[in-house]
């Protein structure tokens, strides 16, 4: 039986497979790597977690590429979560040394693919970044869709707040208080290591979520080029959950989500259009309001990450 190797930089260890198969941590974060090893065991799978330091980030990138090859050379199936670490082996396979399987997930559409005809399989969760690869032979779209297994767990609550909002990564946690405020209305924000610098573990932030009305999701203009991926997570949640969210127009996701019905989408960084579409969320009646959850909910049954799982644990076992 073939050997697989498992890169990522968070989430990657078997302590956090035990955590999954207690269900209480979402399947989704072991990126379809948990029903893998539900069928082949555990001794058919090595993990290797990417170091996150940011010193000398250039030097420490080249030094863990080498290192993950030198480790690992010897395994069959090479699935990234990330792309950039699996260089070594698109190289080995390419000169025929040996002929790995290497499945990738890109996330940026800023992502830089080298080698990218030796890849066996490249997984884009980004439509944008997906229709820059879609001509290529082994370029598929999935959406990194909940594990509604676990969300199901979340009980829905009484409303409590307007919106509430969450994330540590390039928030716009300024404008949505100070217009928030504004407005009189009523909010929590969790941001750790953020701007606001308070956090909540991950099943008690959901359930402060079920108490919200939105979800919102303001982010920075952080790459005005549109190369970064970011509010998926966040998305995901407020969809597994059935709440709607308001969401900057930045995220590079490519999903319609006033078109679906899904939220709002406002102007990143434009204070006079956020508090517009709050507005316009404000004028919702309750009937437009129920339909808009109930598109959430089967948005995110249509696209669950059983979906996704089945998918690439398809491609791990051709």
Known sequence: MKKLLYINDYACTPEVYKICSDGNYPESHLWGIKEYVDTHGKKKIKWHLISKS????????????????????????IYSALPGYDWLFLLAKKLRIKNYKIITVVHHPKSRLILHNQYSKLVFI???SYNRYCHLSNAIYLFWGPDLNFYSRI??????????????????????KSSLQKLNLSFRIFGDKSETNNSVSYPEL??????????????????????????????????????PVLISDNSQLGIDIEGLKLGYVYKTED??????KIKQILQM????????????????KANSFRKFSDTINCILNE
């Open 54 to 77: 940011r010193s000398h980030p250039t030097l420490r990138h080249i030094l863990e590429i080498i290192r993950v090859f030198i480790l690992n050379w010897k395994c069959d199936i």
């Open 271 to 276: 204070a006079h259009d956020f508090e517009k």
């Open 285 to 300: 009646s309750e009937e437009d309001y129920n339909i808009m959850k109930c598109n959430c909910k089967n948005f995110a």
């Open 126 to 128: 980004s439509k944008i």
């Open 206 to 243: 959901l359930r402060f979520y079920s108490e919200s009305k939105f979800i919102c999701i303001p982010m920075k203009n952080v790459d005005p080029s549109g190369g970064t991926l970011i509010g998926l997570t966040s998305l995901v949640d407020a969809l597994a959950l059935g709440i």
């Open 155 to 176: 009980c829905p609550k009484e409303i409590k707040y307007d919106f509430i909002a969450a994330g540590k990564t390039h928030r716009d946690y300024g404008l949505m």
